[in-house]
């Protein structure tokens, strides 16, 4: 059965930083491509960030220069560094594990992100 664990949301004013985790068990991280995703209030989930393995990366434009996302697959984790934060970056943030074969997709339980101006 696998799991997924996330933390690291919370509170904080523009401009200041926060750190996601997600950390998997039952299947092999190396096996899959890392996502993370949010949802502003009242939008769709939208793309934030990607890491393959071994570690190429890409990020929504919004994001770019400003988050950075790390895997540690001996850990079976994911991090989201998040820095300069502002108020549009509020949202839930959800990570994501899309298998390099097949079909397998699990998801983080969601973290609250809050930024306040």
């Known amino acids: 059965q696998v799991q997924v664990q996330e933390s690291g949301g919370g509170s904080v004013q523009a401009g200041g930083s926060l750190r996601l985790s997600c950390t998997f068990s039952g299947i092999r991280l190396s096996m899959y491509e890392m996502y993370w995703y949010r949802q502003p209030p009242g939008n769709e989930r939208e793309f934030v960030a990607r890491?393959?393995?071994?570690?190429?990366?890409t990020y929504a434009d919004a994001v770019k220069g400003r988050f950075t996302i790390v895997r540690d697959n001996a850990k079976s984790s994911v991090y989201l560094q998040m820095d300069s934060l502002s108020p549009e970056d509020t949202g839930v943030y959800y990570c994501?594990?899309?298998?390099?074969?097949?079909?397998?997709?699990?998801w983080g339980q969601g973290t609250q992100v809050t930024v306040s101006s």
């Open positions: 994501n594990a899309k298998a390099r074969k097949g079909w397998s997709d699990y």
């Open positions: 890491i393959s393995n071994p570690g190429a990366t």
